[in-house]
């Protein structure tokens, strides 16, 4: 009886709540976001999880092994360098090392207002690095110690004992944005900047030797998406011609032509290019790129110059906001900001970075869901082999049977640059590999 009541109350409060929210999708402008790219996007991630993907789980066992003859070694060296024996996994007998025995600090010395500590956080110390050589040690430490507990040693936990592999949970309700979490284990934020992060992508391998591993992935979609957003001829002309975007910023920006853009002026390019999609300004970039606030303004003062319409675009986004009380992307999704009209102006701010960034972020999220719906369609469709296994942000992972290689490159790279059409145009990078680092 117990069940009965309760099976059927299930069902009952999900009908009610159906009839509550259908006609909330009508009046927000988003019952074909829900019903052409949400809905579909449920089986496919059904199939995804179903599927999981294969670790290499001898591989990550000999890595954590190395890992932990690299941390003694560092813990040796952080002892030496610091002339003090202390617990290297203690932010509070770290912070009496630095700011009390080393007397480092000055004007970045912090205590938490709760104990009163110092405070020993990584961006702390990030701003420390110069000041001591236990520093960066320190840094390194940290950084293989979290790769070692967060993934090295908890994959192959999380592996099924039979097939090796590890199925994460897809999340569509939980960020913001739009975009998909994965949870338990979170594949999602797996290191790549670092040579010891890649490590871990080495350990994803095909189901057997009948596959490889094939990954594809979405090249500067949201300076894309920008592009086409803002409007701007100059930024969608570089995209069209296929030019490197940042030494083409660069040639703007500094008045030089493409082919003398030096490092240098790409790379400082490509901080503006990305500071530029998260809301950034003068004071994050001179701090970003360590150069004086006034070149930096001077640099974002001619990067306007060159891109009006990106200019013209943020302003835009804000007043939206700033009316409407939400943003909302290319395909309708919506989130809504009410510290737009906050009186604190920190608050403010941070709403307003958002207010330019998520329409960005948003609609690149939009664009992958299109394209995953429509390649496992057509996977099932001509019912191949290979199987469609991640999404990771940007980038999709497949286990390419090797008798459809041929086939699949073309049918995943054509669905996914055709997701939407966009006046600066879609363009996927995609490679086959032994493992996910070899094929990224």
Same mark, same amino acid.
């Given at each position: 009886?117990?069940?009965?009541?309760?099976?059927?109350?299930?069902?009952?409060?999900?009908?009610?709540?159906?009839?509550?929210?259908?006609?909330?999708?009508?009046?927000?402008?988003?019952? !074909?976001?829900?019903?052409?790219?949400?809905?579909?996007?449920?089986?496919?991630?059904?199939?995804?999880?179903?599927?999981?993907?294969?670790?290499?789980?001898?591989?990550?066992?000999?890595?954590?092994?190395?890992?932990?003859?690299?941390?003694?070694?560092?813990?040796? =060296?952080?002892?030496?360098?610091?002339?003090? #024996?202390?617990?290297?996994?203690?932010?509070? #007998?770290?912070?009496?090392?630095?700011?009390?025995?080393?007397?480092?600090?000055?004007?970045?010395?912090?205590? /938490?207002?709760?104990?009163?500590?110092?405070?020993?956080?990584?961006? *702390?110390?990030?701003? @420390?690095? +110069?000041?001591?050589?236990?520093?960066?040690?320190?840094?390194?430490?940290? !950084?293989?110690?979290?790769?070692?507990? /967060?993934?090295?040693?908890?994959?192959?936990?999380?592996?099924?004992?039979?097939?090796?592999?590890?199925?994460?949970?897809?999340?569509?309700?939980?960020?913001? /944005?739009?975009?998909?979490?994965?949870?338990?284990?979170?594949?999602?934020?797996?290191? *790549?900047?670092?040579?010891?992060?890649?490590?871990?992508?080495?350990?994803?391998?095909?189901?057997?030797?009948?596959?490889?591993?094939?990954?594809?992935?979405?090249?500067?979609?949201?300076?894309?998406?920008?592009?086409?957003?803002?409007?701007?001829?100059?930024?969608?002309?570089?995209?069209? #011609?296929?030019?490197?975007?940042?030494?083409?910023?660069?040639?703007?920006?500094?008045?030089?032509?493409?082919?003398?853009?030096?490092?240098?002026?790409?790379?400082?390019?490509?901080?503006? +290019?990305?500071?530029?999609?998260?809301?950034?300004?003068?004071?994050?970039? !001179?701090?970003?790129?360590?150069?004086?606030?006034?070149?930096?303004?001077?640099?974002?003062?001619?990067?306007?110059?060159?891109?009006?319409?990106?200019?013209?675009? @943020?302003?835009?986004?804000?007043?939206?906001?700033?009316?409407?009380?939400?943003? $909302?992307?290319? @395909?309708?999704?919506?989130?809504? %900001?009410?510290?737009?009209? !906050?009186? +604190?102006?920190?608050?403010?701010?941070?709403?307003?970075?958002?207010?330019? +960034?998520?329409?960005?972020?948003?609609?690149?999220?939009?664009? *992958?869901?299109?394209?995953?719906?429509?390649?496992?369609?057509?996977? $099932?469709?001509?019912?191949?082999?290979?199987?469609?296994?991640?999404?990771?942000?940007?980038?999709?992972?497949?286990?390419?049977?090797?008798?459809?290689?041929?086939? %699949?490159?073309?049918?995943?790279?054509?669905? @996914?640059?055709? =997701?939407?059409?966009?006046?600066?145009?879609? %363009?996927?990078?995609?490679?086959?590999?032994?493992?996910?680092?070899?094929?990224?």
């Amino acid at each position: 009886n117990a069940v009965k009541e309760y099976a059927v109350e299930d069902a009952d409060i999900t009908w009610q709540l159906a009839e509550l929210f259908s006609p909330l999708l009508e009046k927000d402008e988003v019952t !074909s976001l829900f019903n052409d790219v949400e809905m579909p996007l449920v089986h496919v991630l059904a199939d995804m999880e179903t599927e999981g993907i294969r670790i290499d789980i001898p591989a990550l066992k000999q890595f954590s092994e190395e890992l932990g003859t690299e941390l003694i070694r560092l813990q040796e =060296a952080i002892h030496a360098s610091s002339g003090v #024996q202390f617990n290297i996994d203690s932010p509070k #007998q770290l912070g009496d090392v630095l700011f009390e025995t080393l007397k480092l600090g000055g004007d970045s010395i912090k205590k /938490t207002a709760k104990t009163g500590q110092y405070q020993t956080s990584e961006d *702390i110390l990030q701003e @420390m690095s +110069n000041a001591h050589p236990v520093i960066p040690l320190m840094l390194d430490y940290r !950084s293989l110690r979290k790769l070692k507990g /967060t993934y090295v040693d908890t994959l192959p936990e999380a592996a099924d004992k039979v097939t090796g592999r590890v199925h994460t949970n897809y999340l569509q309700t939980v960020a913001a /944005t739009g975009r998909l979490a994965s949870n338990d284990p979170n594949l999602q934020n797996i290191p *790549i900047r670092t040579e010891k992060g890649r490590e871990i992508r080495k350990a994803f391998v095909p189901r057997d030797e009948n596959y490889q591993l094939l990954s594809a992935d979405y090249s500067q979609i949201e300076l894309r998406i920008i592009a086409h957003m803002s409007g701007d001829k100059n930024m969608q002309e570089a995209f069209r #011609q296929g030019l490197d975007i940042h030494a083409a910023t660069a040639a703007k920006v500094f008045n030089v032509d493409i082919a003398t853009v030096t490092r240098d002026q790409r790379s400082r390019a490509k901080a503006v +290019n990305f500071g530029i999609a998260y809301g950034q300004g003068a004071f994050g970039l !001179s701090q970003n790129l360590g150069i004086p606030r006034a070149e930096a303004k001077a640099i974002i003062d001619d990067y306007f110059a060159q891109f009006p319409g990106v200019r013209t675009y @943020m302003d835009e986004m804000i007043g939206f906001c700033r009316t409407n009380g939400y943003i $909302k992307t290319l @395909m309708g999704r919506r989130r809504y %900001l009410p510290d737009i009209t !906050s009186g +604190n102006n920190t608050v403010r701010a941070q709403a307003e970075r958002i207010a330019i +960034n998520a329409p960005m972020q948003g609609t690149a999220a939009d664009i *992958i869901k299109v394209a995953m719906v429509r390649i496992h369609d057509e996977l $099932k469709r001509k019912r191949m082999r290979s199987k469609l296994l991640l999404q990771v942000h940007d980038e999709l992972v497949f286990d390419a049977h090797n008798d459809e290689a041929d086939e %699949l490159l073309p049918l995943v790279k054509d669905l @996914m640059e055709g =997701a939407m059409q966009l006046d600066a145009p879609l %363009l996927v990078d995609i490679h086959l590999g032994k493992n996910w680092l070899e094929a990224h």
